[in-house]
């Protein structure tokens, strides 16, 4: 069971920061066969909180158990939309809206993206949200600490912020960019891939030695597969990548055209594949042309981006860059891929 609670949501610039929980539309059938019961609640709990936040409909909780989807904190006179938007997600069963909120406060959330921390919460005061944020700060490692956290007369946080702040920093580095931690009352939740079964043990044995005993630890991590270990790290992405384009060849283009050929067409599959389940990465996709071409360039680009884009691959990571004047022996029919 994935039961994830979030702070309310208005129509405010939080609406920003909210979309990073769910950066990857993962695709049901995709999922199903690569991933274990507990991922595929996981990737219909990001895909229930990507439409949601899409459609403007704010939530404090979303709980999937099997193909069953729980709906907490919607507002009034939208409920029903809610309902309709979700049973139209492929892979769920049935959706129910509670009326009672029991969740005002009690909630938080750290979210790594890259280099990045996106910290959600719910706080009662400026001085609150102030030590938060600076107990993280003083513990990130480097990375930029993205403030999403609201302020609500009568919230409370799950845990201290030094326990939070604490149990942040305790997370093994090769799990520091892939796993989510999602506070609740008295649990406190972890989800995302684990590159090896030695990385899993050390996670459940550091959470164990830090986490006093009134606080109960779910883990919904799960052991890496297929193109999931991409995520550690931009350099370990870049060689995945830069063996998908390799085996086949590359993103080619006929001569002058604007049209993948054949086998470049099957090269971006695979490399949409990749991008969907190793979320987080920039993707700077530099194109070629002959000399003096830069509108060709900047077209072909375009037609990969808007292909990735299609097929499930967040937009916000995907930027473009041309480079139409190149040496005479350099190759002018593709569309090379950088990671970071």
């Known amino acids: 069971m994935v039961h994830r609670q979030l702070p309310r ?3 405010t610039q939080s609406w920003r920061w909210l979309a990073m929980l769910v950066l990857v539309p993962a ?3 995709t999922a199903g066969m690569i991933w274990p019961g507990a991922a595929i609640e996981e990737t219909l709990t990001r895909r229930s909180e990507e439409i949601l936040t899409e459609s403007r409909i704010s939530f404090t909780g979303v709980e999937v158990r099997g193909r069953d989807v729980r709906l907490s904190g919607i507002p009034a006179g939208r409920r029903s939309e809610a309902k309709a938007k979700l049973e139209e997600v492929p892979g769920v069963r049935t959706v129910n809206t509670v009326t009672t909120d029991d969740s005002a406060g009690g909630t938080m959330s750290v979210i790594p993206r ?4 996106a910290v959600f919460g719910l706080v009662p005061d ?5 030590r938060l944020l600076g107990e993280i700060r003083a513990r990130r490692d ?3 600490v993205v403030d999403a956290v609201l302020i609500a007369r009568g919230a409370v946080l799950p845990a201290d912020p030094g326990l939070v702040a604490e149990v942040m920093a305790g997370v093994p580095a090769e799990t520091a960019d892939t796993v989510s931690m999602y506070w609740w009352s008295d649990t406190l939740m972890l989800t995302g891939p684990v590159i090896d079964e030695e990385t899993v043990v050390e996670l459940r044995s550091v959470m164990h ?3 006093p005993a009134e606080i109960r630890l779910e883990d919904r991590t ?14 370990a992405f870049q060689e995945s990548v830069s063996t998908v384009l390799a085996d086949g060849g590359g993103l080619r283009f006929a001569a002058g055209s604007t049209r993948l050929t054949a086998a470049g067409a099957e090269v971006l599959n695979r490399l949409a594949g990749l991008l ?4 987080g990465m920039p993707v700077v996709l530099e194109s070629h042309a002959p000399e003096g071409e830069s509108e060709l360039a900047g077209a072909r680009a375009e037609a990969v981006r808007a292909q990735l884009l299609d097929q499930g691959v967040s937009g916000s990571l995907v930027t473009m860059r041309s480079s139409p004047d190149i040496a005479d022996d350099s190759d002018v029919d593709v569309v090379d891929v950088q990671i970071g």
Do not use: C, I, N, Y
Not at 126 to 130: L, P, S, V
Not at 276 to 279: K, L
């Open 142 to 144: 480097g990375r930029e």
């Open 9 to 11: 949501v208005g129509r």
């Open 276 to 279: 969907r389940v190793a979320p």
């Open 27 to 29: 695709v049901l059938s």
């Open 126 to 130: 400026e001085a609150t949200k102030d």
């Open 114 to 117: 890259g280099r990045q921390l």
């Open 222 to 235: 799960w052991q890496a597969r297929l193109g999931e270990t991409a995520t550690f790290g931009a350099e």
């Open 209 to 211: 030695d830090l986490l």
